[in-house]
């Protein structure tokens, strides 16, 4: 059913009018001009289209909108800007932790997730948080350096 729908995405309410059972990441992309989570299985499964839910990692395609409201949520677009970076933005460019991109949206959202319920993880604790997030270009250890690169940053900036 169509209805008025507020969701709020990355802290700012925003209206839309949009069939409640459509995906978040329909409205994202095709409603709000938010097109940094990409369209990649439709199932969930690869993580391309990644947000956080509440302080939590889900995959916005299996996200009805209807079911989401009240609830904050978090894109790439959220995190960082060009002119302020996110810390785990900084050193994925650094290392250089990419090739073709199409993943790393999902990827960057997984490891702030993390990175907010664990500011000190493993490689391997790295390696279980983003597993699911589907990466063809082989670019995994540089990754796994930049999410250990951004959690030793921002640790140094919280005061101690």
């Known amino acids: 059913m ?31 001009d938010l097109k940094a989570a990409k369209y990649g299985c439709g199932a969930g499964q690869c993580g391309t289209c990644a947000v956080i839910v509440d302080g939590e990692e889900r995959p916005a395609c299996q996200l009805e ?9 978090v894109t790439l677009e959220g995190i960082g800007t060009p002119e302020r970076p996110h810390p785990l933005q900084s050193a ?27 500011p000190d993880p493993s490689r391997t604790e790295i390696a279980a948080a983003l597993s699911w997030h ?26 101690a």
Request: a negative charge; proline letters at 1%.
């Open 2 to 32: 169509v209805r008025d729908i507020e969701l709020t995405i990355n802290g700012e309410a925003r209206r839309l009018e949009i069939d409640d059972t459509a995906s978040l990441l329909e409205a994202l992309r095709n409603h709000l």
């Open 65 to 73: 909108v209807g079911n989401l409201v009240g609830k904050a949520i």
């Open 92 to 118: 994925f460019l650094e290392l250089q932790a990419g090739q073709c991109g199409y993943c790393l949206a999902g990827i960057l959202i997984g490891a702030k997730a993390l990175l907010d319920h664990n």
């Open 134 to 159: 589907l990466c063809r270009c082989g670019a995994h250890n540089r990754i796994l350096a930049a999410v250990a690169l951004a959690a030793e940053r921002i640790r140094e900036q919280v005061p």
